[in-house]
């Protein structure tokens, strides 16, 4: 018999054995009257080794330390906010009860009520006068996690992982705050809250290939949104000026520790404002939140050190390819120059890609895992930005900026394109490049289309990867450490 087959069978037993004493396993009646960091904070006024003073106090929490003495033991209890000693002791709580108590396990669930004392070595503790089992455990906790098999089981089983890591469950609520904050910043700038569909028409919105499912009674196919970009544009069309969207998007493509198929953006729109507008606000919101969820602009993120002090460093793709990559402007401006230059770099190049996607390969290459403190790279090229408005003075590039943080992509925006006979055009253009050999075909969205026509105002618009966000203020090596529960692969 294997040992978690046995330990499982002896734990079973302990459940009869209760069973056959009268205390049932599974209850719904005890009520806590104190979070055990409000019993940590009311016991601050007790000071050395005092008698039982105060209370009474009753907690509920899961056991995850257990110390037995015969006739009595100290426990470590641990409920959502915090963790506090608890002393059994036979005299106090009777000889039934304490027959019952000898059966629990770490793991189990309990209610103890009581008084507080400080031990001989100052440690706060409940001198439980009452116990009662609340939730029998039938698996055993693990001590510890460690190794890279038991990194996968921490993602496998996030319940576990959250009852044994306590900075694992400080990772999530940092993640909850972090997302508050976003919806402060922006419904403190009139921006409104919206929801849109997760199930599209069609795969449209970004260039990845999507989830597809079949609705039954419409008898007809429908993608899991990709991202939110076209219906938020719809709104703007309708008269909405400022609207965001915190939401989950699909992409059936690969995992790693910077991507998983099913991640949270915040995604926003503004009427009559442009990208250079957009840089301001993110500048302000990402920064202000560091100093509300870190305390400080200064942070360490696996061992590097980063300033998200403003102002942030702004550069053109040209600029940042010379400043960062250290290539030559003239070669830039030459497009035989710069694509044999990305098949020197081991670039694999499309034959039909053009002066702009063979800059931004490079970029990709040669840039972007070099910028550690924040930085916008503006003036990305109109080829790889189907949706993004021209710049009036140079209509090879748009009016577009991404940022990047610890060498990895924070966010993407730009002035939105609003007219329809250009939209149309560049979708079509999109559409021909990528061909009709995909498993899903790509489909123009016509119904778009006739909403641009409709007329919508000038606007800026903005997608911010949260989990990517959250790893940098949570220090989080891999996405799935911010994910409560990220896909993997089937258990063999």
Same mark, same amino acid.
């Given at each position: 018999?294997?040992?978690?087959?046995?330990?499982?069978?002896?734990?079973?037993?302990?459940?009869?054995?209760?069973?056959?004493?009268?205390?049932?396993?599974?209850?719904?009646?005890?009520?806590?009257?104190?979070? %055990?960091?409000?019993?940590?904070?009311?016991?601050?006024?007790?000071?050395?080794?005092?008698?039982?003073?105060?209370?009474?106090?009753?907690?509920?929490?899961?056991?995850?330390?257990?110390?037995?003495?015969?006739?009595?033991?100290?426990?470590?209890?641990?409920?959502?906010?915090?963790?506090?000693?608890?002393?059994?002791?036979?005299?106090?709580?009777?000889?039934?009860?304490?027959? *019952?108590?000898?059966?629990?396990?770490?793991?189990?669930?309990?209610?103890?009520? $009581?008084?507080?004392?400080?031990?001989?070595?100052?440690?706060?503790?409940?001198?439980?006068?009452?116990?009662?089992?609340?939730?029998?455990? /039938?698996?055993?906790?693990?001590?510890?996690?460690?190794? #890279?098999?038991?990194?996968?089981?921490?993602?496998?089983?996030?319940? &576990?992982?959250?009852i044994v890591n306590p900075e694992v469950r400080d990772t999530f609520r940092r993640?909850?705050?972090?997302?508050?904050?976003?919806?402060?910043?922006?419904?403190?700038?009139?921006?409104?809250?919206?929801?849109?569909?997760?199930?599209?028409?069609?795969?449209? $919105?970004?260039?990845?290939?999507?989830? !597809?499912?079949?609705?039954?009674?419409?008898?007809?196919?429908?993608? #899991?949104?990709?991202?939110?970009?076209?219906?938020?544009?719809?709104?703007?069309?309708?008269?909405?000026?400022?609207?965001?969207?915190?939401?989950?998007?699909?992409?059936?493509?690969?995992?790693?520790?910077?991507?998983?198929?099913?991640?949270?953006?915040?995604?926003?729109?503004?009427?009559?404002?442009?990208?250079?507008?957009? !840089?301001?606000?993110?500048?302000? !919101?990402? *920064?202000?939140?560091?100093?509300?969820?870190?305390?400080?602009?200064?942070? &360490?993120?696996?061992?590097?050190?980063?300033? /998200?002090?403003?102002?942030?460093?702004?550069?053109?793709?040209?600029?940042? #390819?010379?400043? &960062?990559?250290?290539?030559?402007?003239? %070669?830039?401006?030459?497009?035989?120059?710069?694509?044999?230059?990305?098949?020197?770099?081991?670039?694999?190049?499309?034959?039909?890609?053009?002066?702009?996607?063979?800059?931004?390969?490079?970029?990709?290459?040669?840039?972007?895992?070099?910028?550690?403190?924040?930085?916008?790279?503006?003036?990305?090229?109109?080829?790889?930005?189907?949706?993004?408005?021209?710049?009036? @003075?140079?209509?090879?590039?748009?009016?577009?900026?991404?940022?990047?943080?610890?060498?990895?992509?924070?966010?993407?925006?730009?002035?939105?394109?609003?007219?329809?006979?250009?939209?149309?055009?560049? /979708?079509?253009?999109?559409?021909?490049?990528?061909?009709?050999?995909?498993?899903?075909?790509?489909?123009?969205?016509?119904?778009? /289309?006739r909403a641009l026509e409709y007329g919508m105002p000038p606007a800026a618009g903005?997608?911010i990867g949260i989990d990517r966000f959250v790893m940098l203020l949570t220090d989080?090596?891999?996405?799935?450490?911010?994910? #409560?529960?990220?896909?993997?692969?089937?258990? @063999?």
């Amino acid at each position: 018999m294997s040992e978690l087959n046995l330990i499982l069978q002896q734990r079973r037993q302990k459940a009869d054995e209760l069973l056959a004493l009268g205390t049932s396993l599974f209850v719904n009646d005890f009520k806590p009257t104190h979070r %055990i960091e409000e019993v940590l904070r009311a016991g601050k006024e007790i000071v050395g080794e005092t008698p039982a003073t105060g209370g009474p106090f009753s907690v509920a929490g899961r056991i995850v330390g257990l110390r037995n003495f015969g006739k009595a033991a100290f426990l470590l209890v641990q409920d959502e906010t915090a963790r506090v000693q608890v002393y059994v002791k036979r005299d106090l709580i009777g000889p039934e009860a304490y027959a *019952s108590f000898k059966k629990w396990d770490l793991g189990d669930i309990a209610g103890f009520t $009581g008084t507080l004392f400080r031990t001989k070595t100052d440690e706060l503790t409940i001198q439980a006068t009452a116990i009662k089992l609340i939730t029998k455990s /039938l698996r055993t906790l693990p001590e510890k996690f460690h190794g #890279l098999t038991d990194v996968e089981t921490r993602y496998r089983q996030r319940y &576990v992982d959250l009852i044994v890591n306590p900075e694992v469950r400080d990772t999530f609520r940092r993640r909850v705050e972090i997302i508050r904050l976003m919806r402060e910043f922006l419904v403190n700038r009139r921006f409104m809250e919206v929801e849109t569909p997760m199930m599209h028409p069609i795969a449209g $919105g970004a260039v990845a290939r999507p989830f !597809m499912t079949h609705h039954n009674a419409l008898g007809m196919d429908l993608y #899991l949104r990709i991202a939110p970009e076209l219906y938020l544009k719809r709104l703007l069309v309708g008269g909405f000026e400022r609207v965001f969207e915190i939401n989950r998007n699909f992409r059936n493509e690969g995992l790693s520790t910077r991507h998983n198929p099913e991640f949270t953006m915040l995604e926003f729109y503004q009427a009559f404002a442009t990208y250079e507008d957009l !840089m301001d606000l993110t500048e302000e !919101m990402l *920064s202000w939140i560091a100093v509300e969820v870190r305390g400080s602009m200064q942070i &360490v993120y696996q061992g590097q050190e980063v300033d /998200l002090s403003p102002p942030w460093q702004r550069y053109t793709m040209d600029q940042a #390819l010379v400043a &960062v990559a250290g290539l030559s402007a003239d %070669i830039l401006q030459d497009p035989a120059a710069t694509r044999q230059l990305a098949k020197d770099k081991g670039i694999v190049l499309d034959a039909a890609a053009g002066h702009g996607k063979v800059k931004t390969a490079l970029f990709e290459l040669l840039v972007e895992e070099r910028l550690i403190n924040p930085t916008f790279v503006t003036a990305y090229p109109t080829e790889v930005s189907p949706l993004a408005r021209r710049n009036e @003075k140079n209509p090879e590039v748009t009016d577009r900026f991404e940022l990047f943080i610890t060498g990895r992509e924070i966010a993407n925006a730009f002035s939105e394109l609003n007219d329809p006979a250009d939209q149309r055009q560049r /979708l079509e253009k999109q559409i021909a490049e990528r061909g009709d050999d995909e498993e899903i075909p790509p489909v123009l969205d016509e119904d778009f /289309l006739r909403a641009l026509e409709y007329g919508m105002p000038p606007a800026a618009g903005e997608g911010i990867g949260i989990d990517r966000f959250v790893m940098l203020l949570t220090d989080s090596p891999s996405i799935r450490d911010v994910i #409560l529960f990220p896909h993997l692969r089937p258990e @063999k």
